[in-house]
């Protein structure tokens, strides 16, 4: 059905356009994960108000040989009222095969490139067409245009849909210790079932498990730290990825920092087992109680 390999740990370049950096300093950042492993790069066609697919764009462009060593994915059908978009008079989402592939020939020209390895739907649609969509999929495919598809934050039944109509990838969600749904609402176990991988959005609860300071964060904290005096050393970033990248859908995170060491913390996850106990006792902290 595909042949796409995304890398263990996914470089997100959401917040590009905050970094402040000039085209060698993107260039840097790119080359940087690369050689750490981090080969696909996640955008959408939203970040940074529509900005940020150029600002990566414009470092490819300086090195365009880049583009055969790395995998691209995208996302669309957010629809954002912003002075770049004066069109969109309200916030909407707009799965309609028109607004599709206008997103899709946007995205080609920003970044630079004549192809998308993987597109992805950004937000349940309530208007969704499953077979208009699976019809723009079928010619944006054959066309070369994009490779792969899948969602981002459907439910399990959602996604069912319109996988229905259209073979998917993945359904990129958010899952962290400080955010379990996935684990209790089925869309793991739909993704296992039809042995596909999630990608994971906020797989470090945005920050919260290093500064948060409610109860749970914490907790997770807490236990992150006993572990790390056991475990010879391993950062609370690693630590916590080895906890998503021990479920059996194997899951891939996105990480979103311009920080290389944080990608070489990322893929030291990928080199560590967390133990069944110890697994649930980040749990445990992340839920606030025991098993049942």
Known sequence: MNDLKL?????????LSEWQLDVPQRLAWIEGCIARGLTSFDHADIYGGYEVEALFGEALAAAPGLRERMQLVSKCGIK??????PSHAIKSYDSSAAHVRASVEASLKALHTDRLDL???????????????????????????????????????QFALLNSRFPLLTNQLECSPLHLDPLDDGSFDQLQQLRLRPMIWSPLAGGRLFTGTDERSLAVRAVLADMRERLGGASATTLALAW??????????????????AADEAMAATKLELSAEDWYRIWMAGAGREVA
């Open 7 to 15: 890398s263990p740990i996914v470089a997100g370049a959401w917040r």
């Open 80 to 85: 954002l009222s912003t002075p770049n978009r």
């Open 119 to 157: 597109l992805l739907i950004h937000r349940p649609d309530l208007l969704l067409n499953a077979d208009e969509l699976a019809r723009c999929f079928e010619q944006l495919r054959s066309e070369g245009k994009v490779l792969n598809f899948g969602v981002s934050n459907f439910t399990a039944s």
């Open 244 to 261: 998503l990248l021990r479920l059996p859908c194997q899951p891939i995170p996105v990480i979103g920092s311009h920080r290389l060491e």
